[in-house]
């Protein structure tokens, strides 16, 4: 005879908190972004596009705009930063920033450019 099972358990209290950004799925491709549409993007919002590389599957900034800390040029602090191709979800290898082309959009404070 199992006694376990009689007791009542309460489920512990689960703190619920509301979300203020809506969950985007960083596999959307649904956006069809290209290359062009993000770095035309990237140039409306005042970051700097110069010297950023473009692979088959993402546009690799130079200098991230989310990085607290200085690159003081070094080639080694560059090109941490990747937007995906398609869906524009994004990462940044130094400073870890990263998530949904909205994300991006809505931290860099414009949603005016269309894609």
């Known amino acids: 005879h199992n006694t376990r ?12 908190t509301r979300r ?6 960083k596999h ?5 972004l290209s290359a062009r549409d ?6 409306a919002q005042g970051v700097e596009t110069e010297g950023s590389r ?5 546009v690799i900034l ?8 200085p690159t003081h040029g070094k080639a080694d ?5 990747y937007l995906q191709i398609g869906g524009g979800a994004y990462f940044c290898h130094r400073c ?3 998530g949904s082309w909205y994300d991006f959009k809505a931290t860099l404070g414009g949603f005016h450019v269309t894609g």
């Open 77 to 81: 602090n560059q090109h941490k930063c």
């Open 96 to 98: 870890g920033n990263g």
């Open 20 to 25: 203020s950004k809506v969950f985007v799925s």
């Open 38 to 43: 993000i770095l035309d993007y990237c140039d």
């Open 28 to 32: 959307n491709h649904s956006l069809q």
């Open 54 to 58: 473009t692979t088959p599957s993402h």
């Open 5 to 16: 099972n009689n007791h009542n358990h309460q489920k512990p209290h689960v703190c619920q």
């Open 62 to 69: 130079r200098t991230c705009p989310f990085c607290d800390k």
